[in-house]
């Protein structure tokens, strides 16, 4: 594991606690999985430090920091101590086996919720004590891969092979994935941390249908993952976007269910919708189409070069694009299981949608929303930090109702061949 400390003087409490600039990768886990508790919807496992009562830990993707609950009122402090992740002993069994250490994360000792003790996580009607977030920062340095159909997590020291081995396994590359950065304030101290939220353009609900005009095949949306939510976030704005889109068919929100949902930070409520697929995309949004066009060319370019018939995906833009008849086409994952994706629509004036934003301007488009863990079910995913990329793949144990498809990169038209090869004959597709 990446162990990191900034050369900084904080003045805390009145102490001053002085650490020295240094970094040593070391790797954290072990080559097997480790069995985490997903029953509230967040990546749970145990959390042992030396000197402490056991605590139930949040893996939180989302999170720059790695945090301990001190209780409300506490001042805020600073330590580096190892910390152990403890996975199920058993499927379904207590947080008690030891799986993997961390050396020497920072640990920032504060109250990470609003107004409660302890801090919970899950339905706001069934909610779950944590003790500890597990950051971004201190899984870093690692290979993260969550196996959520199966309840369990892996982390390994990185994962090989480039973009076209990874592509050749029929993985999906979503390359320079992380964004953001900043400062934070803790106890009136400035805390750097590093851009590493996890940023993915997708295409809700979804139609590559060369009879319809773009507009009409699906909505562009740009999300963050998070591994402490189940159910994804959505902003008002963007809902609207997909019932312009689907033609006002899905339900108005004021016509939807309420409810709430317990973040790490606290409680968010909105209304309940359902999105019929999803579509993953790894695109880069300085040079690229948009989600859903480049969901429509990969149908279109995987079976041919464009005809002078076809609503040709290269030409965009004009200018020395006009007369290409092919152009590459980034890797993507489509996603329509049977029963949908549930999403929280909420205020975009909501905090947390409302802090992404102004952390990930301008580098990025307007975060849409959160994707939680009911989002990431019926895939792999692998957070491979060292190789500043995540790998996705469709899971086997989801089953057959996941409904999911790997598309891989094509680069060329000599991929074709290695491109279809990845796509099961019952796979989505309307282009011939």
């Known amino acids: 594991m990446m162990r990191t400390a900034a050369a900084l003087l904080l003045l805390v409490g009145g102490c001053s606690i002085f650490t020295d600039s240094f970094e040593i990768d070391e790797f954290s886990g072990d080559p097997f999985p480790i069995e985490v508790d997903t029953t509230s919807g967040a990546v749970l496992v145990g959390v042992r430090q030396a000197g402490l009562a ?20 506490v001042v805020p402090s600073i330590s580096y101590p190892d910390l152990v992740i403890l996975g199920a002993a058993g499927s379904g069994g ?176 909105g209304h309940v919708a359902t999105l019929p697929s999803i579509a993953f995309v790894g695109f880069d949004q300085s040079t690229s189409r948009g989600p859903c066009r480049e969901q429509f060319a990969h149908h279109l370019l995987l079976q041919h070069d464009c005809l002078p018939t076809d609503d040709c995906p290269c030409a965009d833009g004009g200018g020395n694009n006009a007369g290409n008849t092919f152009c590459s086409v980034p890797a993507i994952v489509e996603l329509a299981p049977t029963a949908g994706f549930p999403v929280l629509v909420i205020s975009d004036a909501d905090p947390t949608l409302q802090a992404l934003r102004t952390e990930l301007r301008p580098d990025q488009a307007e975060v849409d929303g959160i994707l939680g863990t009911s989002a990431l079910r019926t895939i792999e995913l692998d957070a491979d930090y060292p190789h500043d990329r995540v790998l996705l793949r469709c899971d086997q144990a989801a089953g057959s109702d996941a409904s999911c498809v790997t598309r891989p990169e094509l680069p060329d038209q000599s991929s074709r061949a290695a491109v279809q090869a990845c796509i099961p004959s019952t796979g989505s597709g309307v282009i011939p």
């Open 54 to 73: 056991d605590r139930v830990g949040v893996i939180d993707l989302l999170s720059p920091f790695t945090v301990a609950d001190s209780g409300p009122g």
């Open 94 to 269: 207590p947080l008690t086996r030891p799986r993997a250490e961390l050396q020497g994360p920072q640990l920032l000792a504060l109250h990470p919720c609003v107004d409660a003790a302890p801090c919970t996580v899950g339905p706001a009607a069934t909610p779950v004590p944590y003790g500890v977030i597990l950051g971004a920062d201190s899984l870093a340095g690692d290979d993260i891969r969550l196996a959520l159909a199966s309840d369990q997590i892996s982390i390994f020291a990185n994962v090989a092979g480039d973009e076209g081995g990874r592509s050749a396994v029929c993985d999906a590359v979503l390359p320079s994935p992380y964004r953001g950065g900043g400062t934070a304030i803790v106890n009136g101290t400035e805390l750097g941390y590093a851009g590493r939220r996890i940023t993915i353009g997708a295409c809700v609900a979804f139609a590559p249908d060369p009879a319809r005009p773009q507009s009409q095949r699906g909505v562009d949306t740009l999300f963050v993952v998070s591994t402490a939510i189940g159910p994804s976030i959505l902003g008002v704005a963007a809902y609207a976007r997909y019932r312009l889109a689907e033609g006002a068919v899905p339900p108005a929100l004021e016509a939807l269910p309420v409810a709430a949902v317990l973040l790490p930070s606290g409680l968010t409520s």
